[in-house]
């Protein structure tokens, strides 16, 4: 089976763009959360959506926003960037019924200008 | 509110040492405890978890943790050391219902020296 997804890997932007990252997750999984990982705050969590909902959301900006499709795949944006939102983006997906079971993906390292 | 503390940022142990990394953990309801790795350039993956029951977890690639609620630790462990353990290990806890977002610590980088 495989793992979980996130495209793309790498990704440069300017202060001031937006950006989308988006995650597929494990084939079956349904809930998708989303994690910012630097080196000054270490892993923090963005938001979780389960069937396409967001369940559960972190102290993170209105410029961080998510969705979720109706195949479980999501996408997060951010607006208006910012130089510290230069970060390791990870997305991570469970089970509808283990849920605190999360498997996580490679992650989209961004950059910001 | 739930915390997570890992004690000592960076651990080195010699190759066929014990690993000891130390986790405790602040929670208001039973937790669910995790301890994830980290590779350069890489995602996390799962070592191990606690949720219920038997309080001494074995995970993957010879690591072991024991829930302490006394104690409120949950410190990883392995027997010997072996070179590709060199990585970032994070502790996390979550609460189990209702809210299934992880509070991570702050991660200790295990190096192993030859």
């Known amino acids: 089976k495989a793992g979980v997804t996130q495209t793309p890997r790498y990704l440069i932007k300017t202060r001031g763009q937006q950006v989308t990252l988006s995650c597929s997750p494990i084939?079956?999984?349904?809930?998708v959360s989303w994690y910012q990982q630097t080196p000054g705050q270490g892993l923090q969590f963005l938001f979780e959506?389960?069937?396409?909902?967001?369940?559960n959301k972190g102290n993170f900006p209105g410029r961080f926003s998510g969705r979720q499709f109706s195949n479980s795949r999501s996408e997060m944006n951010v607006s208006t960037l910012e130089l510290g939102d230069s970060a390791l983006y990870l997305c991570?997906?469970?089970?509808?019924?283990?849920?605190?079971?999360?498997?996580f993906g490679p992650g989209t390292r961004l950059t910001v200008l | 509110a739930q915390s997570v503390t890992q004690l000592g940022s960076h651990v080195s142990v010699s190759e066929g040492a014990l690993v000891l990394l130390r986790c405790n953990y602040s929670s208001s309801v039973p937790p669910y405890l995790f301890w994830y790795v980290q590779y350069p350039n890489q995602g996390l993956q799962l070592l191990l978890k606690?949720?219920?029951?038997?309080?001494l977890v074995k995970g993957i690639n010879g690591f072991e943790a024991e829930f302490k609620k006394s104690e409120t630790s949950f410190h990883l462990t392995k027997p010997s050391a072996h070179m590709s353990d060199a990585a970032e290990y994070f502790c996390a806890v979550s609460t189990g219902s209702g809210t299934y977002k992880y509070i991570f610590g702050t991660g200790t980088r295990l190096k192993v020296l030859a």
């Open positions: 606690y949720t219920t029951g038997a309080t």
């Open positions: 084939s079956g999984h349904r809930s």
């Open positions: 959506y389960f069937s396409e909902t967001q369940r």
């Open positions: 991570a997906s469970s089970l509808a019924n283990r849920p605190n079971e999360q498997f």
